[in-house]
Antibody
Framework: QVQLVESGGGVVQPGRSLRLSCAAS????????IHWVRQAPGKGLEWVAI????????HYADSVKGRFSISRDNSKNTVYLQMNSLRPEDTAVHYC?????????????WGQGTLVTVSS | DIVMTQSPDSLAVSLGERATISCKSG????????????LAWYQQRPGQPPKLLIR???TRESGVPDRFSGSGSGADFTLTISALQAEDVAVYYC?????????FGQGTRLEIK
């Protein structure tokens, strides 16, 4: 079955960096785009970034542009989110999510998420 | 950016009764190239990640009970639960995937009256 397992979350001080990983299984990873979406405690969903199936195209939310970088290694079925210059407002559960096979920006499956806490 | 606005923010409905959630987008999400509405609905139960219920505004995902239905076009959409069950307690989000950045509504919390 489809699985997305996030890791790498934790507590980090403002201004520091963190790298999240998303390990995929149960589907042909190289055929799908992958998103990161986050949810601050008690709040709604905020889309963060997307990477195309071949890794050549990326898009970012304005709130993270220039600070976050999404990448993937199709040989390892893994997507990464490098988060630099972290701010307290980046505190959230970060979900890895699969893009739909249609090639649109639709998200059809979500991982369980990993919590990132930015605090001094 | 396309702003998505849901109403109401919260809703309490009796078991077996109908629940209706509205979602309006700041601009049309109907594509002229394929005549599809790029609008999805997600359910997020407490402590769980979101789950895709409906795509293209009205196409129910496999395994989603038929009491869930989506309707609307252009910039005005509705999610209807025809007869509320206890397991439907959740927060529901609409999302446009017409253009980047992808945007979500603020969510509607559905409870049992």
């Amino acid at each position: 079955q489809v699985q997305l397992v996030e890791s790498g979350g934790g507590v980090v001080q403002p201004g520091r960096s963190l790298r999240l990983s998303c390990a995929a299984s149960g589907f042909i990873f190289s055929g799908y785009s992958i998103h990161w979406v986050r949810q601050a405690p008690g709040k709604g969903l905020e889309w963060v970034a997307i990477i195309s199936s071949d890794g050549t195209t990326t898009h970012y939310a304005d709130s993270v542009k220039g600070r976050f970088s999404i990448s993937r290694d199709n040989s390892k079925n893994t997507v990464y989110l490098q988060m630099n210059s972290l701010r307290p407002e980046d505190t959230a559960v970060h979900y890895c999510a699969r893009g739909h096979a249609s090639g649109s920006f639709l998200i059809d499956f979500w991982g369980q998420g990993t919590l990132v806490t930015v605090s001094s | 950016d396309i702003v998505m606005t849901q109403s109401p923010d919260s809703l309490a409905v009796s078991l077996g009764e109908r629940a209706t959630i509205s979602c309006k987008s700041g601009q049309s999400v109907l594509s002229s190239s394929d005549n599809r509405n790029y609008l999805a609905w997600y359910q997020q139960r407490p402590g769980q990640p979101p789950k895709l219920l409906i795509r293209w505004a009205s196409t129910r995902e496999s395994g989603v009970p038929d009491r869930f239905s989506g309707s609307g076009s252009g910039a005005d959409f509705t999610l209807t639960i025809s007869a509320l069950q206890a397991e439907d307690v959740a927060v529901y989000y609409c999302q446009q995937y017409y253009s980047s950045p992808i945007t979500f509504g603020q969510g509607t919390r559905l409870e049992i009256k």
